[in-house]
């Protein structure tokens, strides 16, 4: 396949190496993958960048939950983008819906501005919005460069009948970028389905912490969650969904 874009989502140093070696195009920036993603710190972009010049897309997220924000949160968000452009981050990964499932475009308007000329991802608020087709043209008349997407539903396979139709009727005015649930063997399955292009992985693995010593009784978080598991990017995961992509 020519023109493919390979993204991993990545929240630490080790997971970024790893993609990077693996050869993924470019890194999403997160903290914090276990909820799906929240905005990652300044020191975590800056040493990833000294190891590495991969493009760097930032997910501005300041919470966990739904993508319905209050005036703080969007301050906060949209002196995150400003914050990302200044410390040389190639793009920002946002969305912000209004109450009602639409996609918010006064404050999405903000948020291109201060963008300026970084790529711009949607990320999937776009899957919880009410109207897909309606918000992929507001999108485009946005401006923004990428849709990323399972096609609204938990994972990307089982909304391959969406994909396939985002992916006509954007008729290359905006990227459609597949995610949740990508790994080699579903891009093998998706691309011949869909015809998108991009594909947005973690590529993870689940290590066991190097702790000995282990307190019983203790969580730090919610007790389904183990404090003593890590979850890293696999680099064999990563060029395997890359190796797939130049074959097809």
Known sequence: MKEYILETCVDSVESAMAAVQGGASRLELCSNLIIGGTTPGPWLFDEIRKRSDIRIHALIRPRFGDFCYTDAEFAMIKSAVQDFRKMGAEGVVIG????????????????????????????????????????????????INTILTSGQRNVCLQGAELLKELQERSRGRVTIQAGSGVNAEVIRQLYPMTGVKAYHMSGKRTIDSEMKYRKEGVNMGLPLLSEYEVWRTDEENIRAAKKVLEEL
Request: charged residues 25%; negative net charge; hydrophobic residues 45%.
């Open 96 to 143: 912000i819906l209004k109450p009602d499932g639409t996609l918010h475009m006064e404050q999405m308007k903000e948020l291109m501005e201060a963008a300026g000329d970084m790529s711009v991802t949607l990320h999937r608020a776009f899957d919880v919005c009410v109207d897909p087709i309606e918000t992929m043209e507001q999108a485009i008349s946005l401006g």
